[in-house]
């Protein structure tokens, strides 16, 4: 046990994702971006257990066996709503302390982690964070807050955008006390995250080449130093891309990256685009005819 407090780490992750389905099962050598994840938060010295929520679907059955066969636990919980299924998830696994980490993060150090839980627990914060503002590759963001202040913004955040990114309610928030966890050195530009097919390139050279499932955050810099070529092909995607665009505009994106160029510029796909609906039957169809 890492203190008198139940630490958990909570991994929200979905395969339903519009930009880049099935992401977090992605293989990467011989492992999935998510077993990945989950190996690396294992090695974390303070926290206690380790929760995967997913979205209650049957289109997310792969990625709950999956998880399961890798001998993790999984909470199942609202597909939009990530305030509740968290506050549910913590509190079916009775956590006191929380450490919300993303499942398109396979390379989350468990050494920042680790700091991050120690600032939070010695100092009484409500809210331990490391992107506001950012100073760490995107990719390396957590977010540590306890479950009386979680319980807070399950009851009390009524934004779709508060329920659906879980702690913007308490960085908003000034009566919360907040510290932002920073490197000396700003990497903010750095793209580490997988949200996309380009991001997915990246992180795959970064293991091929480090040869090492457990690198860490000093070891992936000093590559980046020697051998920058292989961090291109995603440096055009700004950060935090995701949260900027809607579902229309994401399901754009993902067509564009499916169907030829040619057939894009013509008038009536142009029509299409503009509709949200259609654009979702054409990804459905996309999806199963990729």
Known sequence: ?????????????????????????????????????????????????????????KKEKILKNHIVNLGNEVFEGHKTDLVDRYYKAAKKFKA??????TGDCPLIDVNIL???????????????????????????DLAITDFIRLKEVWNKARKSSDREHVMPYLIRNKSYKKFNFKNNVNFSKERWTLDEKEDFQVISNIFKNLKNYHCNFNEIIRLRKSKPKIFYANKNIPRDEGSKL?????????????????????????????????????????????
């Open 246 to 290: 809607n579902t229309g505009q994401k399901l754009w994106k993902r067509v564009k990256q499916i169907i030829p160029f040619h057939i894009l510029n013509t008038k009536e796909f142009k029509k299409i685009s503009k509709n949200e609906v259609l654009l979702t039957n054409l990804m459905v169809w996309c999806n199963k005819n990729r």
């Open 114 to 140: 680790d700091e991050m839980v120690e600032k939070f627990l010695l100092n009484k914060f409500h809210l331990v964070l490391n992107y506001k503002p950012p100073t760490f590759p995107n990719g390396l």
């Open 96 to 101: 006191d302390v929380i450490v919300r980490v």
């Open 1 to 57: 046990m890492s203190s008198s407090k139940k630490v958990v780490a909570i991994v929200q992750a979905r395969v339903s994702s519009i930009r880049f389905p099935y992401k977090v099962l992605q293989k990467i050598g011989n492992k999935t971006a998510i077993q990945i994840l989950l190996e690396r938060l294992s090695f974390s010295k303070k926290i206690d257990k380790i929760v995967v929520a997913i979205p209650k679907d």
